[in-house]
């Protein structure tokens, strides 16, 4: 679907170009969770346009629960239309669709290079009605993703986690490292989804201390782009939802969070840095150097690319309780950055890259 974009497609060959090493990825197999989510779908797009224009052979387990969602969203790889300015390929479109809950044991009994783990809901509206439900695919999917990397003999997993497991600062303002650790109260529910990932960190370690598995984490900030899908309803999803239906921008707080948000594009240039290149047990924060804005700034930004205003409406009772209790968001990512990587999307960039994107393809995006 996206992968008919010109600008999507752009978006992907920045991907790859600012991945060092790409290259080593040719002739690999993974197996990637999450597969319909704004993470693991567009770097699924980046293995699958890398296999049709620089023929990398690159073969992926696509694990969704919805054959239909994995469908609507890959069929554009059987159709001979993105073909049309250069020869098919004869295994350019290397994809399988595991049909399962990432929560049971695997049903996948074929060898893989590589396990990324990037299944699970991370926007408010979950943490709100399915806290449980939240929390079982970094508990149960991670482990059983570390069963299989130990019985098949993987080359590495990746844990996608989250800059959520920082928890609260509550002394200062200082960007977040790797080995900083903040408030979190565990009896909130709200806690559900960086308690769950603290814990999914530590079962990674574990399996690395007994096990001897490699694995290396990624936390991602703020992650915004085209490719989310109707239920995601964090802020930025919103602001661009509003957009695209011809509304303001609705800000439901004063908008004074500060947040680092990175563009689709580049969380996925680092996150696959991080897999190439990244230590075994360690973690790296994954987050645009330059772009650590509050909420506000984000709404207004989008608003003013989208010709729309911003208004302010006081939050529901449920609005309220969904809302986090963590102020500043900022990770440092010099960590990454010495890996080799760089954000190249500064935030006008990434928001009009977001609306001109979803424009194109709307009335698909609405079957997703």
Known sequence: ???????????????????????????????????????????????MYANIKYHADITVYALGRSKQRLDTRYASYKSQEIYKNQKPYKNSSRITYVIQDVCDPLKLTQRVDYVLHAAGDGYPAAFHSHPVDTMTPALFGTYHLLEYAKKYEAVRMLYISSGEVYGQNTENQKAFDE????????????????????????????????????????????VYGPNTFGGDNRASTQFINDILQGKNIVLKSDGNQIRSYTYVADNASGLLTVLLHGKTNEAYNIAHQDVRVKISEFAKTAAEIGDRTCVFEHPDETELAQRTPIHFAVLNSEKLQKLGWKGKYCLKDGIGHTLKIRKAVQKDYENI
């Open 179 to 222: 080995s900083d650790s903040g408030y979190l109260d565990i009896l909130n529910p709200r806690a559900c989804y960086p308690s769950a990932k603290r814990a999914a960190e530590t079962l990674c370690a574990s399996f690395r201390q007994q096990y001897g598995i490699d694995c290396v984490i990624a936390r991602p900030g703020h």
């Open 1 to 47: 679907m996206f992968i008919k974009n010109e600008i999507y497609r752009n978006d992907l060959d920045q991907a790859i170009e600012a991945t060092p090493g790409f290259i080593q990825l040719y002739g690999k197999s993974f197996l990637i969770t999450g597969a319909t989510g704004l993470l693991a779908s567009f770097i699924i797009d980046m293995f």
